[in-house]
């Protein structure tokens, strides 16, 4: 009998220790803790530019803008990964898509932010918000220093104000509100750690025509800016970007299509584009530019070495006969829309390594009586087409020899361009859609 009450007293002491077990447990098990604030400090400027005032000077983005995104994430052991995006409305940060993040009490938790326009959260992952028409170099990656702050008013913490760009910021001075193609050569762009030996970046300019690539250039890197195919400047990095700095390039240009500008206000501009050293000069021109205009031009360039100047001339839309003749000091020229050239208009052009040109419909002069290109060593040029030019068809007419577009027959892939062949020239390499070298 003894032994029986024995076992009840000890069934009944794990029966009151398990009920304590059990009260320690529930009273230990933490609570969710949800919507989390978040706390962001200023937007952190670049630092000042490396080189001299080009263009109209432009800080950049200075501060948070209605609109602009940080993309936050949240990771602990039993919560595991969560992720959300915090659009400012002008006054603070706030949590899109009525998503919440939450940590339990007591349990530490580890808080990640990013800057990065081009990013958006999917899967857990940070991919690009628009897989055409985005990409690394494009847009600032930037990652905050975050702290996590517990206790009844839990909040995040993000800071940007100790957080290290590892890019630099190309500032592109150039026409305004209008889209540019930027060519590079060893360059890392901001966003990636891998370097591309080669990329190409379509960037459209601000009111102030600025454009900005990020990222860093290696030393004896390259870097072309285009418009519309027309180089604009094209430039070699004697040393590496360094981290955080702005630096600038000029690829602006210059308007000569203005009513009532007189001969000796071109030369005058275009001389003081060659007295400033620039070797790129990039000129506006009204569409029915002549050849009192091109004379300016040309006198305004008197000074300058042989296969010098890289030249383009924007808007013309023809070239009147001998325009260009005797231009021994272009290096290149780019007419991305002249559609009509007379006879004889780069007659003698001796240094000419490259040429650009636009949608031709008509062009005069046959090879060896009277073309374009007399006189030059074609043979020695990269031609650049339109990607929409067709075929060229030739034949004499009242005022001479005339090329004249074929209604259907794209010149792209044809056996004149796959021949490296147009208007019965030879040439180094055409590009028309794509090169053929």
């Known amino acids: 009998m003894r032994k029986i009450i024995q076992y009840m007293m000890m069934a009944l002491i794990a029966v009151v220790l398990a009920s304590c077990a059990n009260d320690i447990s529930e009273e230990s098990t933490p609570t969710v803790k949800s919507n989390i604030r978040f706390v962001v400090d200023d937007f952190p400027m670049f630092e000042k530019p ?8 432009d800080k950049g983005k200075t501060a948070w803008a209605v609109g602009d995104e940080i993309c936050v994430k949240l990771e602990s052991k039993e919560l595991g990964t969560q992720t959300a995006t915090l659009k400012y409305n002008g006054v603070k940060f706030e949590i899109q898509d009525g998503n919440s993040l939450c940590y339990l009490e007591g349990e530490p938790v580890t808080a990640s932010a990013w800057y990065a326009p081009n990013r958006r959260w999917r899967n857990g992952s940070l991919e690009f918000k628009d897989v055409y028409g985005n990409s690394n170099g494009t847009a600032e990656f930037l990652e905050a220093t975050c702290t996590v702050h517990y206790g009844d008013n839990n909040y995040v913490d993000i800071s940007f ?9 190309l500032r592109i001075a150039t026409l305004p509100n209008e889209q540019i193609t930027v060519d590079t050569e ?3 762009p901001a966003g990636s750690s891998d370097m591309e030996q080669k990329g190409n970046y379509t960037l459209t300019s601000d009111e102030k025509g600025n ?3 990020y990222g860093t250039f ?11 195919e027309a180089p604009l400047k094209t430039y070699t990095f004697s040393q590496a970007t360094e981290n955080a700095k702005s630096y600038a390039l000029d690829a602006s240009i210059i308007s000569l299509a203005g009513e009532g500008i007189a001969y000796d206000q071109i030369v005058g501009n275009v001389k003081k584009e060659l007295d400033a050293g620039k ?29 010098t100047i890289n030249l383009t001339l924007i808007g013309c839309k023809k070239i009147p006969s001998g325009g260009f003749m005797y231009w021994k000091m272009l290096k290149s020229i780019a007419l991305p829309d002249v559609t009509e050239i007379a006879e004889k208009a780069f007659l003698d052009c001796t240094r000419l390594q490259k040429v650009v040109l636009g949608n031709l419909t ?35 007419t009242e005022g001479g020899y005339c090329w004249t577009a074929d209604i259907i027959k794209e010149y792209s892939g044809s056996d004149e361009h796959n021949g490296r062949v147009f208007l019965d020239y030879d040439f ?10």
């Open 218 to 228: 290696e030393n004896n890197s390259e870097v072309t800016v285009k418009y519309r």
């Open 279 to 307: 070797t790129y000069i990039n000129l506006m021109l009204a569409p029915d530019a002549d050849e009192e205009t091109l004379d300016a031009i040309h006198i305004g360039l008197a000074g300058a070495s042989n296969g």
């Open 186 to 188: 060893d360059f890392t």
């Open 211 to 213: 454009a900005y690539l």
């Open 362 to 396: 008509k062009v005069y002069g046959k090879a060896g009586e009277k073309g374009i290109f007399e006189g030059c060593r074609t043979k020695d040029i990269d031609l650049v087409l339109s990607k929409d030019q067709k075929v060229m068809n030739g034949g004499k």
């Open 50 to 57: 490396s080189t001299r005032t080009i263009g109209e000077e």
């Open 161 to 169: 104000a100790n957080a290290t760009r590892k890019y630099s910021r």
């Open 428 to 437: 180094q390499s055409i590009t028309c859609d794509y090169p053929v070298p």
